[in-house]
């Protein structure tokens, strides 16, 4: 997914979507700026850089929930910023005195809430993005396509988040032995072949190489449920084993067309490429 900025207030806030802990990731110093009421992005900076320091002396675990992601600044260059989760957001704005506190907490909580209604009812996200890829020029086919395997996905993160696997690090770590299995690459490595830096690497996938990660999502949740898997151990193994399962019929339909499923090739612009 393409980095999405929010609005509060007139004053837009850049965020980007975090597949691996399917969380919101806020600029704080946009958030700084609100309020702080400051004019311009350097003196929000400046603000931010004093308390970092202050908040850091007294040891509070705030910085060390931040850390830091590419996104475009004012002169339309990416630049490396400081990015929280609402969570860690919330408590940061205890931390300045500001009449926007309550107002911009409020607005925290709410992008909160709309994203569990989006996990409770699957559709309203699968909207939302059905029009997002349709303003990008994908295909019905792949659209269709990109909406069965989240589908598939969310089926097999219900099943994780009901037999003892906590959302976040440990969804990821499942999803990348799963992806590692059936690609023989990791997320971060397919992600930089295509070039991707933020963006969601299955708004980036081909079609056969969505059909592949959803055959190996299946594979997992089918075999996971087979055994009744829960905790981590027992899920790696399930997880091993669906990748693995995907990675034959992969290696099989190479063998017969000569083509490789797994490519550099994605949706991004030419000139956003930069392919490692």
């Not at 929930?65 to 205890?94: F, H, I, P, S």
């Not at 990660?213 to 089918?222: G, I, P």
């Given at each position: 997914?393409?980095?999405?900025?929010?609005?509060?207030?007139?004053?837009?806030?850049?965020?980007?979507?975090?597949?691996?802990?399917?969380?919101?990731?806020?600029?704080?110093?946009?958030?700084?700026?609100?309020?702080?009421?400051?004019?311009?992005?350097?003196?929000?900076?400046?603000?931010?850089?004093?308390?970092?320091?202050?908040?850091?002396?007294?040891?509070?675990?705030?910085?060390?929930?931040?850390?830091?992601?590419?996104?475009?600044?004012?002169?339309?260059?990416?630049?490396?910023?400081?990015?929280?989760?609402?969570?860690?957001?919330?408590?940061?704005?205890?931390?300045?005195?500001?009449?926007?506190?309550?107002?911009?907490?409020?607005?925290?909580a709410k992008v909160g809430y709309e994203r569990m209604q989006e996990m409770a009812d699957p559709a309203r996200s699968l909207d939302r993005a059905r029009e997002t890829w349709q303003k990008h020029g994908r295909s019905e086919k792949w659209i269709q396509q990109r909406m069965t395997g989240q589908e598939t996905r969310n089926?097999?993160?219900?099943?994780?988040?009901?037999?003892?696997?906590?959302?976040?690090?440990?969804?990821?770590?499942?999803?990348?032995?799963?992806?590692?299995?059936?690609?023989?690459?990791?997320?971060?490595?397919?992600?930089?072949?295509?070039?991707?830096?933020?963006?969601?690497?299955?708004?980036?996938?081909?079609?056969?190489?969505?059909?592949?990660?959803?055959?190996?999502?299946?594979?997992?949740?089918?075999?996971?449920?087979?055994?009744?898997?829960?905790?981590?151990?027992?899920?790696?193994?399930?997880?091993?084993?669906?990748?693995?399962?995907?990675?034959?019929?992969?290696?099989?339909?190479?063998?017969?067309?000569?083509?490789?499923?797994?490519?550099?090739?994605?949706?991004?612009?030419?000139?956003?490429?930069?392919?490692?």
């Open positions: 997914m393409q980095p999405q900025p929010a609005i509060f207030e007139e004053h837009e806030i850049r965020r980007v979507y975090d597949e691996a802990t399917e969380m919101w990731l806020f600029s704080v110093i946009d958030i700084v700026q609100v309020l702080t009421q400051s004019q311009d992005y350097q003196t929000a900076r400046k603000y931010w850089k004093v308390l970092k320091g202050r908040l850091d002396k007294e040891g509070s675990q705030l910085v060390t929930n931040c850390y830091q992601l590419k996104m475009t600044a004012d002169d339309g260059k990416q630049r490396l910023t400081d990015v929280a989760t609402a969570e860690t957001l919330l408590r940061l704005v205890q931390s300045v005195p500001s009449p926007k506190a309550e107002p911009i907490k409020l607005w925290l089926k097999l993160t219900d099943y994780w988040a009901n037999h003892d696997i906590k959302q976040g690090e440990e969804f990821a770590i499942l999803t990348n032995i799963i992806h590692q299995e059936w690609a023989e690459v990791d997320v971060r490595e397919h992600k930089a072949m295509k070039g991707l830096q933020t963006q969601n690497l299955r708004d980036h996938m081909s079609e056969a190489e969505l059909i592949f990660t959803a055959l190996a999502e299946l594979s997992t949740r089918q075999i996971a449920e087979s055994v009744d898997a829960t905790g981590m151990g027992e899920n790696e193994s399930a997880a091993k084993t669906g990748g693995g399962i995907a990675r034959k019929a992969r290696q099989e339909l190479e063998g017969k067309t000569g083509k490789k499923v797994v490519s550099a090739e994605s949706y991004l612009p030419t000139s956003q490429r930069k392919i490692k």
